[in-house]
């Protein structure tokens, strides 16, 4: 069919552009090639404009009924939990009904306002559920709010543009972070269950903190589209939960592939967890990391209620030994590196990252753009680090350490994957050091950059670099009141056999009790 138009949405560069173009590129073009490559890029550039108008596939949501609220009156919210209270109303019928369910506000819900954490403009509107809020609607669940958050996920507890969530067991102290709002909504009672995400210890860190239970799954279990990609080999989302019944029903819903997801679809089938509690746990192997246990890092506190966790577990029949997995101490190290260079590169593509074949949201890729050219300086001050070391890395040593970086993540996942060959889980601290006391001020940039350089991610970031699924469940109380979280890890996919442990733990700990 012939096309009148002069030109598309999509124009072709200018001759100035192009030698600039070629010139960052350190193309050296001759006059013949520059008219080439002209003719070529308008060409390529044609195909693009036609892709402009095709239909990307979005589909309408199953659940009309949405209130998108606004941020909490005055004296509804007393631990910061929420930046927005909204009121979405799932399917009449399902396994979740009737559940209030808090979103971190990193996840997409549709009609409703999306912040991540900061005050960037413009605020994105998403048009359509993550995969993991459909699932939940779909099962009768009603989303009541978004949850706080560390700005863009970056933190642990004091980083939010709109302030620090506080510990409901005792607000003087921190959450963790990231997923501080949706901890403190299910601590403090204003939701069932919520979902966070983690990409270093972001779900386990505040459910650890805030005493209650939080998973981390295999990675690619959980279908993570429609959240605000961190780095797409690391993004998890994770149930959040008062208890491990609850947390593995949650899970359940949760889990399983789809076609939009970035993960290639979903990596492995989806079980019933729920199938697997009250499963006796007599003559499983528990192992002990040796390098968790014995790390100068770790508060006296913190061992004595490990220790104590571990005569639990062998007192319902568990056989406790020690386990080693050399690379350990080296995690945070490693996972910083992971990070910077996954970041980096999200922010080059403004959230979209690259070899995924994953679904993308148009509209949250061109609010990032926009907000990449109006408000870097409202950026967390650890993205701010993250853009600097990653020009620098890249234009001084053309990128080699992200390599090596990638090299020892699979050195740790072998490891972890040859500790776990002989025993059933192994078990860690959650943190090896209790909640933070708040400031009485908002923190500055070297406070919050000083929080993510942190101890506490030591024993959670592990996993999201090999990709285990972890747990973390109360095991004990410590100075001010404050809980403290025993982690419990699988083989990848063996998720039954983590909530089989940790439901029987957390049956004998609260007949302890």
Not at 278 to 307: C, H, K, M, Q, Y
Not at 375 to 392: C, R
Not at 478 to 485: F, N, R
């Amino acid at each position: 069919m012939f096309d009148h138009r002069a030109f598309g949405r999509v124009r072709p560069p200018t001759a100035e552009q192009l030698t600039r173009y070629a010139t960052a590129h350190r193309l050296d073009l001759d006059d013949d090639e520059r008219a080439v490559m002209a003719g070529a890029v308008a060409g390529l550039m044609a195909g693009f404009d036609r892709i402009d108008e095709l239909d990307d596939g979005a589909e309408a949501s199953r659940h009309p009924v949405r209130d998108p609220g606004g941020p909490p009156p005055a004296g509804e919210d007393p631990f910061n939990a929420f930046i927005r209270l909204c009121r979405v109303e799932g399917s009449p019928s399902g396994r979740l009904a009737g559940c209030r369910v808090a979103v971190k506000d990193c996840i997409a819900v549709a009609g409703v306002p999306m912040t991540n954490g900061g005050r960037r403009q413009p605020v994105w509107t998403p048009d359509e559920d993550a995969i993991v809020v459909e699932r939940i609607l779909d099962e009768g669940a009603v989303v009541v709010g978004k949850a706080n958050l560390e700005d863009m996920a970056l933190g642990l507890g004091e980083g939010s543009a709109f302030g620090a969530a506080r510990n409901p067991l005792n607000p003087r102290f921190s959450t963790g972070g990231s997923s501080s709002g949706s901890a403190a909504a299910v601590a403090g009672g204003a939701a069932d269950m919520a979902l966070g995400t983690d990409d270093a210890g972001s779900v386990r860190i505040p459910a650890a903190w805030c005493g209650i239970v939080g998973m981390k799954a295999t990675y690619g279990l959980v279908p993570t589209y429609g959240m605000a990609y961190f780095d797409p080999s690391l993004d998890h989302i994770g149930p959040m939960t008062e208890t491990v019944a609850d947390n593995a029903l949650l899970l359940d819903v949760l889990a399983g592939p789809d076609p939009r997801d970035r993960a290639w679809g979903g990596r492995g089938p989806a079980g019933s967890y729920t199938a697997a509690l009250g499963e006796p746990v007599g003559g499983l192997r528990v192992g002990v990391l040796r390098e968790a246990v014995d790390s100068p890092l770790l508060t006296a506190e913190i061992a004595e209620s490990f220790d104590r966790a571990c005569r639990q577990l062998e007192s319902l029949g568990c056989v406790v030994e020690p386990v080693t997995v050399p690379m350990w101490p080296e995690s945070l190290t490693v996972e910083l590196a992971v990070m910077v260079a996954g970041l980096h590169a999200s922010a080059a593509t403004f959230g979209q990252g690259a070899g995924h074949r994953g679904r993308m949201s148009v509209g949250a890729t061109a609010v990032n753009a926009v907000q990449a050219r109006l408000s870097t300086g409202d950026y967390p001050p650890f993205m701010k680090a993250v853009l600097l070391t990653g020009d620098h890395l890249k234009k001084e040593y053309l990128g080699v350490h992200f390599a090596r970086a990638q090299n020892l993540r699979l050195a740790l996942t072998r490891q972890v994957d040859d500790a776990l060959a002989g025993v059933d889980v192994l078990v860690t601290p959650t943190t090896p050091n209790p909640p933070f006391e708040l400031l009485d001020r908002p923190a500055g940039a070297g406070e919050m950059l000083g929080r993510m350089h942190g101890t506490a991610a030591a024993n959670t970031c592990p996993l999201d670099l090999t990709g285990h699924p972890a747990i973390t469940v109360p095991c004990g109380v410590g100075e001010h009141d404050l809980p403290i979280g025993l982690q419990i890890v699988g083989r990848w996919f063996d998720e039954a056999t983590v909530y089989r442990c940790a439901h029987a733990f957390e049956v004998r700990e609260r007949g302890a009790d």
